[in-house]
């Protein structure tokens, strides 16, 4: 019961940096972790990072470890993705999502963004 809108999107060159946002509704964000994912042209689902109801915990795959940062603002209802030293396997779109557990698994989340496009050049 919670909606989930991506913006921040678009096309760096690699080395660069993007900040993702996502704007969650009311005020139940609180209640939920929030994931990041991405998802590239014929390929699954991938986690990106994950962090807790509170923003006490986060956890990172190893591909974007360093490199990118999961944060949350509760009073904002807003979580956000720092993405730097961009790289050309970063491409893809990029979705936020939601759920009560902790988690990485794509399937587990029970609520998700429309996701934004989020293109590294070269």
């Known amino acids: 019961q919670v909606q989930l809108v991506e913006s921040g999107g678009g096309l760096v060159q690699a080395g660069g940096s993007l900040r993702l946002s996502c704007a969650a509704s009311?005020?139940?964000?609180?209640?939920?972790?929030m994931g990041w994912f991405r998802q590239a042209p014929g390929k699954e689902r991938e986690f990106v990072a994950v962090?807790?109801?509170?923003?006490?915990?986060?956890y990172y795959a190893d591909s974007v470890k360093g490199r990118f940062t999961i944060s949350r603002d509760n009073a904002k209802n807003t979580g956000y993705l720092q993405m730097n030293s961009l790289k050309p396997e970063d491409t893809a779109v990029y979705y936020c999502?939601?759920?009560?557990?902790?988690?990485?698994?794509?399937?587990?989340?029970?609520?998700w963004g429309q996701g934004t496009q989020v293109t590294v050049s070269a």
């Open positions: 009311g005020r139940t964000f609180s209640t939920y972790s």
């Open positions: 999502a939601a759920d009560t557990s902790f988690t990485v698994v794509a399937r587990t989340y029970a609520y």
């Open positions: 962090i807790s109801r509170s923003g006490s915990s986060t």
